[in-house]
């Protein structure tokens, strides 16, 4: 790979960050980007530059076609002063994974975690120091053929974006209500649900919309094929805790394997937790509730880590926890989470990766 070129506003003056940080609202003042082209030997032209509108084609197979693949991660000021990333080679790994799916080349995974090493570098001003702020990472691939049919592109862009972060939620580490929609699936299995597909999420949306309109937070999907399965909330993985296990819908095709998943999954086994990944119906989550056999709902994600469920509603049933407050469980792997990410605690795992 040639070397990074680097198109830098050096007259950018340092940003004065609010602590009312509203999540993805607010961008570094550089990109990284380089683009694709198989008669020119594939990916090519890797650069840092400032950020500004993209010059595309109104043809552009992705604005057709959805040919697009993203990831999110997190960068954090550690109180050590040292820049961490929370397991990127994971973040990486799924992005190839997700590229093979939809048709678009492979990126080399090291090369492209060294460009983000040297994006971060240059912005790292960018990054909030208050607890549980961050500057959030976007890496985007998308199909740049101006071509007016259905076919995976010859022609690809890669950006990664900077956007300094606040808390998810901005009312805090509090426990969110959930909806089960029984209208809306999200994905089948044998399809694309595995993969991080800007596609995904515009499913979404009608089922998150209807959602708020009764005053929900999240939407949880059920399985498409059966509808009696429990598979994902809103962008996030779910858990259940019963009272002699912990279990997680399994990875079936139509779940994203998220990074915070895999790293609950460990924390919790290390606990010494017996934790399954395996199919958890709607059906035994209602009937556990009324036996007495449910003790936690809580989702798991990179944009808010962890999310204490504080009631779900599944068709006239509904189960409550706390308005209030999270539940222990939750609050005790948000804990572990973040301490590790902020170097508030030691790394034993080895999953920070440090900025030099």
């Known amino acids: 790979m040639e070397k990074i070129l680097i198109e830098a506003n050096e007259t950018i003056k340092k940003p004065e960050l609010s602590d009312s940080l509203l999540f993805g609202r607010t961008f570094a003042p550089h990109i990284f980007e380089m683009n694709y082209d198989e008669e020119l030997g594939g990916w090519h032209s890797p650069t840092i530059k400032n950020f500004s509108n993209l010059n595309l084609n109104p ?9 697009s693949i993203f990831e999110g991660m997190k960068a954090y000021k550690q109180e050590s002063g040292k820049i961490a990333l929370f ?9 190839n994974r997700s590229a093979k799916k939809m048709c678009i080349p492979q990126i080399d995974e090291e090369f492209v975690l060294s460009a983000l090493k040297e994006l971060i ?10 607890d549980g702020f961050a500057l959030y990472i976007r890496p985007v691939v998308f199909g740049t053929d101006p071509v007016l049919g259905v076919k995976a592109s010859d022609g690809y862009k890669f950006l990664i974006i900077l956007s300094p972060v606040g808390p ?20 089948v299995r044998g399809g694309v649900g595995d993969c991080k597909t800007a596609g995904n ?21 059920l399985d498409a094929i059966e509808r009696k399965y429990v598979e994902e909330v809103g962008a996030m993985n779910f ?19 998220g990074i915070t998943r895999k790293s609950v999954i460990q924390i919790l086994r290390d606990w010494g937790y017996n934790v399954n990944e395996r199919q958890i119906s709607i059906d035994e989550i209602i009937d556990a509730h009324k036996n007495g056999n449910l003790v936690e709902l809580f989702g ?9 469920i504080s009631r779900l509603k599944y068709l006239d049933t509904e189960i409550h926890f706390s308005d209030e407050h999270p539940g222990e469980l939750g609050t005790k792997l948000y804990k572990e989470l973040t301490d590790i990410q902020y170097g508030r605690k030691e790394d034993t795992r080895n999953w920070m990766t440090y900025v030099d």
């Open 300 to 308: 798991t994600g990179t944009a808010a880590v962890i999310s204490s």
């Open 121 to 130: 570098k240059l912005d790292q001003d960018w990054i909030p120091t208050k």
């Open 87 to 95: 397991r990127p080679e994971e973040n990486m790994a799924r992005l």
């Open 168 to 187: 998810y939620y901005p009312q805090g580490f509090k426990p969110v209500p959930i909806f089960v929609s029984t209208e809306h699936v999200r994905a």
């Open 201 to 221: 999420y515009a499913a979404s949306l009608s089922a998150q919309r209807d959602a708020k309109k009764l005053g929900f937070t999240q939407v949880l999907f």
């Open 239 to 257: 858990f259940v805790q019963f009272k002699d296990e912990i279990a997680t819908p399994n990875l079936s095709g139509s779940i994203l394997p």
């Open 59 to 67: 043809a552009a197979m992705v604005l057709h076609y959805g040919q």
